[in-house]
Every structure is written in structure tokens, then in C-alpha cells.
């Protein structure tokens, strides 16, 4: 009798395992979404980058129709020991992502001061704009934390 009641409590175990796997056939693996400004800095924490003295709505030029996707702050870390000065564009979606990209560059052109260590990474609905990093790991942490929050 003890061994009837282990087979079907195995039995019963494996069926309710193998339910996960049908579902995931019948409706898909669930599509990874962006996460938000926090997310993000959580992502970066987790690759060794420190983010501080932020500033929500700072597009840092005079394209009003940026600034509720922006935010200005400054980030450390790895190779980069002084805080260096980046925004973040966060668009709705990747068709505002599409539409407006342009107009970052234009926006980073009024703020960023030496053109020759700009750095610019997309990962829609993300463009990460900063200058000054020179340290290889610092930007591919950056690149990595970027694209991980973005849900790719």
C-alpha cells in the first residue's frame, strides 16, 4: 500500500510538472519587458557601476518633447573611479523609439562638450548618452546593463 501511495504521488508530481512545459508550448515563453530607471540602476550595481546625483527630466538641451524621457545622472565604476556625467532617453515604446531617436543626437549636440569621447548606446527603448569613458570594461558593462534592463 505504502509503495501505491508513493507511485501516484510520483505520478501526480511529474504530471503537474509537465503542465508548466504544455502551457509554455500553448501560449509562448513570456516576452521580457523593459524595467524602469531603478531597474536600470539595480542592473548597473550588479555589473560594479555606481549611479548617483540624478535628475529626472534633464535632456540637458532645448527639445522640450524630451525632457519627461529623460534623466541626468552621474556614474563610476570599474576602470572609471570619477563619476562621469550621462543621460538616459526611456521611450514609450519602439515605435516613439524609432521616431524620436533622431532627435537625441540633436539633444546630445548642445550639451556634450568634447564630440571625440561621446558614447552613445541604444537598446530600445533605451539610448544611454554619456562622454568621458574610456575604460573598455566600463563600457561593456554599461552596454551589458543596458541591454539586460531593456529586456533583450
Same mark, same amino acid.
Given at each position: 500500500?505504502?509503495?501505491?501511495?508513493?507511485? $501516484?504521488?510520483?505520478?501526480?508530481?511529474?504530471?503537474?510538472?509537465?503542465?508548466?512545459?504544455?502551457?509554455?508550448?500553448?501560449?509562448?515563453?513570456?516576452?521580457?519587458?523593459?524595467?524602469?530607471?531603478?531597474?536600470?540602476?539595480?542592473?548597473? *550595481? =550588479?555589473? =560594479?557601476?555606481? $549611479?548617483?546625483?540624478? $535628475?529626472?527630466?534633464?535632456?540637458?538641451?532645448?527639445?522640450?518633447?524630451?525632457?519627461?524621457?529623460?534623466?541626468?545622472?552621474?556614474?563610476?565604476?570599474?576602470?572609471? =573611479?570619477?563619476?562621469?556625467? *550621462?543621460?538616459? +532617453?526611456?521611450?514609450? =515604446?519602439?515605435?516613439? +523609439?524609432?521616431?524620436?531617436? *533622431?532627435?537625441?543626437?540633436?539633444?546630445?549636440?548642445?550639451?556634450?562638450?568634447?564630440?571625440?569621447?561621446?558614447?552613445?548606446?541604444?537598446?530600445?527603448? +533605451? $539610448?544611454?548618452?554619456?562622454?568621458? *569613458?574610456?575604460?573598455?570594461?566600463?563600457?561593456?558593462?554599461?552596454?551589458?546593463?543596458?541591454?539586460?534592463?531593456?529586456?533583450?
Amino acid at each position: 500500500m505504502k509503495s501505491r501511495i508513493t507511485l $501516484v504521488a510520483l505520478l501526480a508530481s511529474l504530471a503537474l510538472a509537465g503542465c508548466g512545459s504544455s502551457l509554455e508550448v500553448i501560449h509562448g515563453s513570456p516576452i521580457p519587458t523593459p524595467t524602469d530607471f531603478v531597474g536600470l540602476t539595480q542592473k548597473l *550595481a =550588479n555589473h =560594479n557601476l555606481t $549611479v548617483d546625483t540624478v $535628475v529626472s527630466g534633464d535632456a540637458g538641451c532645448t527639445d522640450q518633447g524630451l525632457t519627461a524621457m529623460a534623466i541626468s545622472f552621474t556614474i563610476a565604476g570599474l576602470g572609471e =573611479n570619477s563619476p562621469l556625467p *550621462a543621460r538616459l +532617453y526611456t521611450f514609450r =515604446n519602439d515605435e516613439s +523609439y524609432m521616431k524620436l531617436r *533622431a532627435s537625441v543626437d540633436a539633444c546630445a549636440a548642445e550639451w556634450v562638450t568634447d564630440p571625440a569621447t561621446l558614447l552613445m548606446l541604444d537598446a530600445s527603448p +533605451y $539610448v544611454l548618452v554619456m562622454q568621458g *569613458a574610456k575604460d573598455q570594461a566600463f563600457i561593456d558593462a554599461l552596454r551589458t546593463s543596458l541591454h539586460e534592463a531593456a529586456g533583450n
